[in-house]
Antibody, heavy 126, light 107 residues
Framework: QVQLQESGPGLVKPSETLSLTCTVS????????WSWIRQPPGKGLEWIGY???????NYNPSLKSRVTISVDTSKNQFSLKLSSVTAADTAVYYC????????????????????WGQGTLVTVSS | SYVLTQPPSVSVAPGQTARITCGGN??????VHWYQQKPGQAPVLVVY???DRPSGIPERFSGSNSGNTATLTISRVEAGDEADYYC??????????FGGGTKLTVL
């Protein structure tokens, strides 16, 4: 059974960098799209970005200038850095495994998230 | 960017059928996934690729997708189905997009 576990500081000061790590157990980090998704208190889900095990990345355009996602296959971990944080970045941060596939003959592709970490609340406050 | 629209809330009596919609421009041409999120818990995938169920998800959960609307149907609703439900697609920019979420209340 694949398990994901987020770790990192629960409190970050405004203008500083939020750093989280997700440790994957019960399976290899090879293949799949390893993702970060967040949820502000009382609000919906927002995709932050993902990294393929080979290192290629894709980020949410609204966060792209502040986000870096990296992977360490030797440790079965991937990490998130979000710079210049403000109170609007306060949220529960989830890591998740993304499965991609082609769903039609014309090359239509999709992704879904089948395993999620329990989430970690990060509060941005001085 | 692509927008998914869900009703904020749906209410249903136990034993009845709940239908939660997810609207998007020509969403029928995309593959839609659904997640259930109970308070204080991480989301759980309940339907993927429009209508497939992951292992362990009851057959009461089903999905359909056509035209501009995808639908998650929960048959014989139970009190334990009360949760927030989110639809999700992958848009043309290779960005995963989530709907705003629907709160299912079991009366």
């Amino acid at each position: 059974q694949v398990q994901l576990q987020e770790s990192g500081p629960g409190l970050v000061k405004p203008s500083e960098t939020l750093s989280l790590t997700c440790t994957v157990s019960g399976g290899s980090i090879s293949s799949y799209y390893w993702s970060w998704i967040r949820q502000p208190p009382g609000k919906g889900l927002e995709w932050i970005g993902y990294i393929y095990y080979s290192g290629s990345t894709n980020y949410n355009p609204s966060l792209k200038s502040r986000v870096t996602i990296s992977v360490d296959t030797s440790k079965n971990q991937f990490s998130l850095k979000l710079s210049s944080v403000t109170a609007a970045d306060t949220a529960v941060y989830y890591c998740a495994r993304g499965v991609t596939y082609y769903y039609d003959s014309s090359g239509g592709r999709s992704i879904y998230f089948d395993y999620w970490g329990q989430g970690t609340l990060v509060t941005v406050s001085s | 960017s692509y927008v998914l629209t869900q009703p904020p809330s749906v209410s249903v009596a136990p034993g009845q059928t709940a239908r939660i919609t997810c609207g998007g421009n020509n969403i029928g041409s995309k593959s839609v996934h659904w997640y259930q999120q109970k308070p204080g818990q991480a989301p759980v995938l309940v339907v993927y690729d429009d209508s497939d169920r992951p292992s362990g998800i009851p057959e009461r959960f089903s999905g359909s997708n056509s035209g501009n609307t995808a639908t998650l149907t929960i048959s014989r609703v139970e009190a334990g189905d009360e949760a927030d439900y989110y639809c999700q697609v992958w848009d043309s920019s290779s960005d995963p997009i989530f709907g705003g979420g629907t709160k299912l209340t079991v009366l």
